[in-house]
C-alpha cells in the first residue's frame, strides 16, 4: 500500500505534461480540451494502473508523452472513416453497402459546397420540387409513369402501405412475411403504416386460390415482398407477380410488390440468378413497386418508388413523405448513379458495385496475383498463397449465391491470427479481413489495387512482431 502511495505521488501534474515540447506541439494541432482531456484520461490511466498494483507502470516522462499523443490522435479521428474491405462481400451492410461511383462522389461535392436547385425552378425562377430531379430519368430508364424517392426502401414500403391501404387490408403470402436486416419486419411495418394484415398459404406454398378466396370488401391491395435474403427450396410454390396481377386486377385492387434490391440490368448474363430486375419487373402490370438506392442499383441510400401517376400523386401528399423526405446529398449521388444507367454499358464500367459484381474470377487474377507479389517478395513472419474461394454480394441480395473469386491467403507464424484481425482494426486506415481454414484470406474482388502497397506494408509490420 505504501509502495503504491509514493509511486502515485511521482505522477506528474497536468500542467507539467503540458509543457513538454512534444505536447506542445501536438497542441497546435487540436483543441485545447481535447488536449488537457488526452492528458487528463493518460494520467487517470496510469493512476488505475498503480492501484491496480500493476509493476511495471512506466512514469517516464517521455512514455507519458507518447501515450498522451496517441490518445489526441485517436480523439482527433473521424468516428464514421473509411476501411479497406477484404472480406469478397460487395453490399456489406455494415461497411456501408453500396460504393458510389466517382460521378455519384462529384455531385455530392458539388451540391454541398454551393446553394442549389434543390428546391428550386431555373426556368420559372420559382420554388420547385426536390422531388423533380429524379423523376423523370427513373421514369425513363424503367419504364414506370411516375416515380418517387425517399430516404430508404423500408421508408418506401411504410409510405406506400400508408397511402394505398390504410385502414384496408392487405394480403401477403406467408412464405413473405420476412426479417430484413435492421429490424424490417413486413408484419410491423404493417401495423405501424395502418394496414391491416391478411395472411394467407403457409410458409413454404402459397396458391394462387389462397389469393383470391381472401379477397373481401375490405381488401386494399395485394403485396408481394421480395423473401431477399433467404430461400425456400424443396416442396414449395408461390404465386408469380404475373398472376397476382391477374387476380388483383380482375377485381379491381392494386398489386404492390417490396423488391428489395432492385438490379437495373439482367444480372443472369453475368452468372447470378433469381434476382429480378426493375424493368422487367415493372412489364408484368404490377401497380406499384420499390427499392434501396443503395444495394443492387449501387448508389445511395434511398428508397425508390415507381409505378402508376395517380398512387405516386397521393404518396406527394401524404405527410409521411415529409418525413420520410431524401436530403439534397443523397438526390446529388442519385441522380448521377441513375444517368449511368441511361446507358447499360456505361453502368456496368462506371458503377462500382456493378464492376465487382461482374468480375469473374478469370478477370481478377492479375489482380490477385498482384497483391501476391508484392507480399511474397521476402515475407517475415508469414506465408502466403494465392487461391480461390467465395465472395457474396451481400445486403440480402441473392443469399444462396456465392460468387468465385479470388483471395490471397496469409498464415502468421508469430502473431495469432486472431490477433493480427484485431490489430487490422485499429490501423490508420482498418482492413477488415476474415479469417477460414486458419487462414486470412483477402478477397481481391472488394479491394481497390492502389491499396495494395498499404496492405503489404500493414501486413508486414503486423506479421513482423
Ligand atoms: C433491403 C430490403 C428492405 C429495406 O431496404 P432499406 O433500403 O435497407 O431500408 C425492404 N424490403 C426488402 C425486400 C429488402 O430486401
Redesign the pocket.
Known amino acids: 500500500m505504501s509502495v503504491n502511495t509514493a509511486y502515485l505521488r511521482k505522477i506528474p501534474k497536468i500542467d507539467e505534461v503540458l509543457k513538454q515540447p512534444s505536447i506542445e506541439e501536438a497542441g497546435r494541432n487540436c483543441s485545447h480540451s481535447i488536449l488537457v482531456e488526452s492528458i487528463r484520461e493518460t494520467l487517470d490511466g496510469l493512476r488505475q494502473r498503480i492501484l491496480g498494483g500493476y509493476e511495471s507502470v512506466s512514469l517516464e516522462m517521455a512514455d507519458i508523452c507518447k501515450e498522451v499523443q496517441a490518445l489526441i490522435t485517436k480523439k482527433n479521428t473521424m468516428h464514421l472513416r473509411p476501411v479497406i474491405n477484404a472480406t469478397g462481400i460487395i453490399l456489406h ?1 455494415n461497411l456501408g ?1 453500396a460504393k458510389l461511383s466517382d460521378r455519384a462522389v462529384e455531385a455530392i461535392k458539388s451540391v454541398a459546397q454551393d446553394y442549389n436547385t434543390l428546391e428550386y425552378n431555373l426556368e420559372k425562377g420559382a420554388r420547385g420540387s426536390r422531388y423533380d430531379h429524379v423523376e423523370d430519368l427513373i421514369a425513363k430508364i424503367t419504364g414506370a409513369e411516375d416515380a418517387i424517392a425517399v ?7 411504410m409510405l406506400i402501405l400508408s397511402t394505398m391501404a390504410k385502414g384496408k387490408e392487405v394480403i401477403v403470402s406467408r412464405g413473405e412475411l ?1 426479417e ?3 429490424a ?1 419486419r ?1 408484419p410491423d411495418i404493417m401495423a405501424q403504416s395502418g394496414g391491416i394484415l391478411v395472411e394467407v398459404g403457409t410458409t413454404n406454398k402459397t396458391h394462387y386460390s389462397d389469393y383470391v378466396n381472401n379477397i373481401t370488401e375490405q381488401t386494399g391491395a395485394l403485396l408481394k ?5 433467404f430461400k425456400i427450396m424443396g416442396f414449395s410454390e408461390e404465386v408469380t407477380l404475373e398472376e397476382m396481377v391477374e387476380i388483383g386486377h380482375a377485381k379491381g385492387l392494386p398489386v404492390i410488390y ?4 432492385g438490379a437495373m440490368v439482367r444480372l443472369e448474363n453475368y452468372g447470378i440468378q433469381d434476382e429480378p430486375n426493375v424493368i422487367d419487373t415493372m412489364k408484368t402490370g404490377v401497380d406499384i413497386l ?6 443492387l442499383l449501387g448508389g445511395p ?3 425508390i418508388i415507381i409505378g402508376k401517376r395517380e398512387w405516386i400523386e397521393k404518396m406527394k401528399k401524404n405527410p409521411l413523405t415529409r418525413a420520410f423526405r431524401i436530403d439534397k446529398l443523397t438526390l446529388a449521388a442519385l441522380e448521377a448513379t441513375l444517368r449511368d444507367y441511361l446507358d447499360p454499358e456505361v453502368a456496368i464500367k462506371s458503377i462500382p458495385t456493378l464492376q465487382m459484381m461482374c468480375a469473374t474470377k478469370e478477370d481478377l487474377l492479375p489482380k490477385g496475383q498482384k497483391l501476391f507479389d508484392l507480399l511474397n517478395k521476402d515475407p517475415q513472419g508469414y506465408t502466403v498463397e494465392l487461391t480461390e474461394d467465395f465472395g457474396q454480394i451481400g ?3 441473392v443469399p444462396t449465391q456465392m460468387i468465385p473469386s479470388i483471395v490471397v491467403a496469409l498464415k502468421t507464424t508469430n502473431i495469432s491470427l486472431d490477433k493480427l484481425e484485431e490489430e487490422l482494426r485499429k490501423v490508420s486506415l482498418p482492413i477488415i479481413a476474415r479469417i477460414s481454414k486458419e487462414r486470412m484470406l483477402f478477397d481481391v474482388r472488394t479491394i481497390e489495387e492502389h491499396h495494395f502497397d498499404y496492405i503489404n506494408e500493414t501486413l508486414r509490420q503486423l506479421c513482423a512482431k
Open positions: 451492410t453497402r430516404n430508404n426502401n423500408a421508408a418506401a414500403v420476412v430484413i436486416g435492421g424490417f413486413v415482398v421480395h423473401t431477399s435474403n417490396d423488391l428489395g434490391s420499390s427499392f434501396s438506392g443503395d444495394k441510400q434511398a428508397g445486403g440480402g441480395s
